[in-house]
């Protein structure tokens, strides 16, 4: 693994497009689908420069994996704790924080239990879809729909409008086939169906599911066999922003009107595709290992169509 | 080692030795229940192995997670369904039926697998 010259430790073998910065960063700012970047001060520098044409901002936190122990970080609830500092040390409150799932390892009552209390210390609304690792207690999901289930549909997939934003969040984990990826089925394809129909394309659209809704490695079972539909169903829209979780590193892409965006990991780093015998967790020198750990912060310019999308780590590297 | 006496020297030497056959009856006493048995299949790096086992119809088959991340097992047709197996976590199922059992993990469905049992 070599070191990009922003220091960040993360080898995007020149297939991905990314992004970042750091302490200092890159934002980028989705304009009529075009990104742009730009370097910043820092995140908080940003956020100030920023708060005039700001309609409001979000935080998405991601795989927390809380119960997770093993070699590569032997604390996930102690880095969680540090996101959810963060969260709470930013001088711009967001309105409200997406989980795009994997909240915990093994779907243990316990293990929920600690997130939320832990991810409650942030005091803000909190809007999850489940990872795989949400729905594997004996009854395949209950745990989960029974304490975020409330206002979902079918295995916990949802939409709601905030400051002129249409939010749409996905369950891309449940029920998948033999040999598939990702799935989002017949039925939650008919409800997104009927919940855009009739939006006016000027809608800013931000979908979010936590495994990724574009084909990142299919080796690897990164990503959503049936995603094309879902993008049929979002093509006539002006800004369309997907966030996703999953892979544990930041990844990018751009696709017409569509910016596809994954967060990192507030618990282990997953290595970048087929650069390592599996997608395992990625056990990587202590001091390394916030680098690789984080948020993502989204800004919503009100009338603007357009969002900013940074991403901090733990600790700059 | 340059100091050792010859009497030092021997004694090095059968305790090299002696570290030699040790690690050889561990090896055997690690190998044989595996290959005596032959019925396990391991979860390592996010794959089963072997992928394809053959046994005869009554044969229970061990499957084992040593990943650091939990997987499941899933008869293709619902035949047979683990819970999460967290590392080193085991399922066992005994194949009663002659037949082709076709599995995969429930967490990750590209990790697929097969048990042929013959009666």
């Known amino acids: ?317 | 080692m340059r100091n050792l006496t010859k009497a030092n020297r021997s004694r090095v030497w059968g305790l090299g030795l002696c570290l030699i056959f040790a690690t050889a009856a561990l090896g055997v006493i690690l190998t044989l229940p595996a290959v005596a048995a032959g019925h396990e299949v391991n979860i390592d790096n996010f794959a089963f192995t072997p992928k394809e086992l053959t046994v005869k119809a009554g044969t229970t088959i061990v499957f084992r997670n040593r990943d650091d991340i939990p997987h499941s097992v899933v008869g293709t047709k619902g035949e047979f369904h683990s819970k999460a197996l967290d590392t080193d976590d085991s399922f066992s199922f005994t194949f009663a039926k002659a037949g082709t059992y076709a599995y995969s993990c429930g967490l990750h469905p590209q990790m697929q697998g097969k048990i042929i049992v013959t009666p």
Not at chain 1, 17 to 39: D, F, H, R, Y
Not at chain 1, 176 to 202: I, N, V
């Open chain 1, 1 to 317: 693994m070599s070191d990009n010259k922003q220091g960040t430790g993360i080898d995007r073998r020149g297939v991905l497009e990314c992004m970042i910065w750091a302490g200092t960063g890159v934002i980028w700012t989705l304009n009529g689908g075009v990104p742009k970047s730009s370097q910043l001060l820092g995140i908080g520098t940003a956020q100030a420069a920023e708060k005039a044409a700001t309609g409001f901002s979000f935080l998405q936190i991601s795989d927390s994996h809380v119960g997770f122990s093993k070699p590569a970080n032997p604390d996930a609830l102690g880095t969680l704790k540090e996101a959810i500092d963060k969260v709470n040390g930013l001088p711009v409150k967001p309105v409200f924080m997406i989980h795009t799932g994997d909240i915990t390892h093994l779907s243990k009552p316990v293990q929920f239990d600690d997130a939320e209390r832990i991810i409650g210390d942030a005091k803000l609304d909190v809007h999850y879809v489940p990872g795989e690792h949400d729905i594997i207690d004996e009854n395949n999901g209950q745990a989960y729909l029974e304490r975020y289930g409330k206002n979902t549909k079918g295995t916990g997939w949802f939409a709601f409008d905030h400051g002129g934003v249409h939010f749409i969040g996905l369950v891309n984990v449940a029920n998948l086939k033999a040999g598939g990826m990702g799935s989002l089925g017949d039925e939650q394809l008919a409800w997104l169906a009927q919940d855009l129909k009739g939006k006016p394309a000027s809608t800013p659209i931000v979908v979010f599911a936590h495994i990724p809704l574009w084909a990142v490695y299919p080796e690897w079972g990164w990503g959503t066999e049936d995603s094309a539909k879902a993008l049929a169903l979002l093509k006539r829209f002006g800004s369309v922003t997907v966030l996703n979780g999953h892979i544990h590193q930041l990844m990018q892409k751009v696709e017409g009107n569509v910016t596809f965006h994954t967060a990192m990991s507030t618990a282990f780093p997953q290595p970048a595709p087929g650069t390592a015998a599996s997608p395992g967790p990625m056990l990587v020198p202590a001091e390394k290992l916030r680098t690789l750990l984080g948020l993502t912060n989204v800004e919503v310019r009100r009338g603007k169509q357009r969002l900013a999308i940074t991403d901090t780590p733990l600790t700059a590297s």
